[in-house]
């Protein structure tokens, strides 16, 4: 049973879409085995660091973030030529080089339509922290961000 979910947990894109262009997507992904390892200052900043950069060298614009810690949220943009897969292969691969063992083999995606509000996915993410109960408000949690998009 165990090996039938890691098969099917290894490639849980849609096969007719090709991940590539000027879409939004709502990111997650999860640390080895479901593991609490997203935790403390020094790991969540350079995690930050490197998805930031991994953002930079695809072009896709990070509209929010929160690392949980069991779990990334993200919500990025793409340009033209962003691919998701690539973004996500270049930032497991850089964090995972630096904090062996970080994450689970795959992710998981949501391609957000266009008539969907992008905010609100945005707080959505941002809210984590707060429906889990770790925090009262927004800006309480530091794990979360951009911090210039983030409602007070």
Same mark, same amino acid.
């Given at each position: 049973?165990?090996?039938?979910?890691?098969?099917?947990?290894?490639?849980?894109?849609?096969?007719?879409?090709?991940?590539?262009?000027?879409?939004?997507?709502?990111?997650?992904?999860?640390?080895?085995?479901?593991?609490?390892?997203?935790?403390?200052?020094?790991?969540?900043?350079?995690?930050?660091?490197?998805?930031?950069?991994?953002?930079?060298?695809?072009?896709?614009?990070?509209?929010?973030?929160?690392?949980?810690?069991?779990?990334?949220?993200?919500?990025?943009?793409?340009?033209?030529?962003?691919?998701? @897969?690539?973004? &996500?292969? /270049? !930032?497991?691969?850089?964090?995972?080089? $630096?904090?062996?063992?970080?994450?689970?083999?795959?992710? +998981?995606?949501?391609?957000?339509?266009?008539?969907?509000? @992008?905010?609100? &996915?945005? /707080? !959505?993410?941002?809210?984590?922290?707060? $429906?889990?109960?770790?925090?009262?408000?927004?800006?309480? +949690?530091?794990?979360?961000?951009?911090?210039?998009?983030?409602?007070?």
């Amino acid at each position: 049973m165990a090996e039938d979910q890691s098969k099917r947990l290894t490639a849980p894109r849609l096969r007719s879409f090709k991940y590539i262009g000027p879409y939004a997507y709502f990111v997650t992904i999860c640390t080895h085995s479901r593991q609490p390892r997203l935790k403390g200052e020094p790991l969540i900043s350079s995690l930050v660091a490197l998805l930031e950069s991994a953002c930079n060298e695809e072009s896709f614009h990070l509209l929010a973030y929160c690392f949980m810690p069991d779990h990334l949220h993200l919500l990025v943009v793409g340009g033209e030529k962003s691919s998701l @897969v690539r973004l &996500v292969k /270049r !930032y497991k691969q850089t964090s995972s080089y $630096r904090h062996k063992g970080l994450w689970q083999r795959s992710f +998981y995606d949501r391609v957000l339509r266009c008539e969907e509000d @992008v905010m609100g &996915v945005a /707080r !959505y993410i941002w809210e984590n922290p707060i $429906r889990k109960g770790l925090v009262e408000t927004l800006r309480d +949690y530091p794990f979360s961000g951009p911090v210039d998009f983030m409602p007070s």
